[in-house]
């Protein structure tokens, strides 16, 4: 194991649990359901867990138990499919910096997920996402990994670069996609030249937004630290829900930042992987201001970026 790294058995909501450290930060996986990541923390800032966290007796979405924190969905969205119960004890693998979790197969879907979480730096988390298709016939489908957030923050999908018409800058690089009750008037949605931003505190009823083409990374910020979200988007990929690489959803009382891979169609017996890294930083001042995103999150965003490749 990485010396630097600290691995140790907890609970979580009676059921067993893993917790992952470095002297900067701690996360926390369940082993008894799951996978879910359902706590990550800087030792060194005043947010402690960024992730929402619902009792075990909450209100079950279709049969499927919320949680919050981070889990792996596949998508498109489907009442049936997408709901299945995570509710199994999982297959543990100890790894030398994390360690690798593995559902059992839905008997629904003949589908399987499993995660692997990685601590690569002081304060860098790899998560790698897998489905595997162990039913009897293809199934076309997306990984989509869901990350929930605590209320209160503010959150920043950042725009890719403004282009120059007079240069000849004459197509479109991004679409936005809202969903049937997205409402971009509604106060929450923070528009900036870079970058939409999210304001939790405003929101008050339901509202999920996507698009197509990003610069790979989104931020929420919560009482002093900020949790980046990278996951690249593949050019001339072909994407879920109208081309999305990226999707966010809040209503309020929680925010969620979702990354998808590409379509593939799986065959019985293959896999298909999705990679996130995460990092979580103390310091940087809220991203609500053309200023602050230009002269603070983002440099520290691609000085992060920078080390990763």
């Known amino acids: 194991m990485n010396p630097s790294m600290k691995h140790s058995?907890?609970?979580?909501?009676?059921?067993?649990?893993i917790a992952l450290a470095t002297k900067n930060l701690e996360l926390v996986?369940?082993?008894?359901?799951?996978?879910?990541?359902?706590?990550?923390?800087?030792?060194?800032?005043?947010?402690?867990?960024?992730?929402?966290?619902?009792?075990?007796?909450?209100?079950?979405?279709?049969?499927f138990a919320v949680r919050g924190g981070h889990r792996l969905w596949h998508s498109p969205e489907d009442i049936v499919r997408t709901y299945q119960?995570?509710?199994?004890?999982?297959?543990?693998?100890?790894?030398?910096?994390?360690v690798a979790l593995a559902q059992p197969v839905e008997p629904k879907t003949g589908m399987q997920k499993a995660m692997k979480m990685e601590i690569v730096g002081e304060r860098t988390v790899k998560v790698t996402h897998a489905l595997t298709n162990h039913g009897l016939w293809p199934v076309e489908t997306a990984v989509w990994a869901l990350t929930m957030f605590r209320a209160g923050g503010y959150g920043v999908l950042p725009l890719l670069p403004k282009g120059n018409h007079a240069a000849g800058d004459l197509l479109p690089t991004y679409s936005f996609v809202p969903w049937s009750y997205t409402d971009l008037a509604l106060p929450l949605w923070d528009l900036h030249r870079d970058f939409v931003g999210i304001d939790v505190t405003k929101a008050k009823v339901a509202q999920k937004l996507g698009i197509t083409n990003y610069p790979g990374w989104s931020a929420y910020w919560l009482e002093g630290t900020t949790f980046v979200k990278s996951?690249?988007?593949?050019?001339?990929?072909?994407?879920?829900?109208?081309?999305?690489?990226f999707e966010t959803f809040t209503n309020g009382g929680m925010i969620e930042f979702e990354t998808?891979?590409?379509?593939?169609?799986?065959?019985?017996?293959?896999?298909?992987?999705?990679?996130?890294?995460?990092?979580?930083f103390d310091g940087l001042p809220k991203p609500d201001t053309d200023g602050v995103f230009a002269s603070s999150l983002a440099p520290a965003v691609n000085a992060w970026l920078r080390k990763l490749t």
């Open 9 to 17: 058995k907890t609970d979580y909501q009676g059921g067993e649990a």
């Open 260 to 280: 998808l891979s590409p379509l593939v169609k799986l065959a019985p017996g293959q896999s298909t992987t999705h990679v996130e890294h995460w990092g979580v």
């Open 231 to 245: 996951a690249p988007v593949i050019a001339g990929a072909v994407y879920p829900d109208f081309g999305c690489a």
């Open 85 to 98: 119960p995570d509710d199994e004890p999982l297959a543990v693998k100890p790894l030398r910096n994390g």
């Open 29 to 63: 996986v369940t082993t008894s359901v799951g996978p879910r990541v359902v706590e990550i923390r800087s030792k060194q800032g005043k947010a402690g867990n960024l992730f929402i966290q619902f009792p075990a007796d909450a209100p079950r979405a279709h049969g």
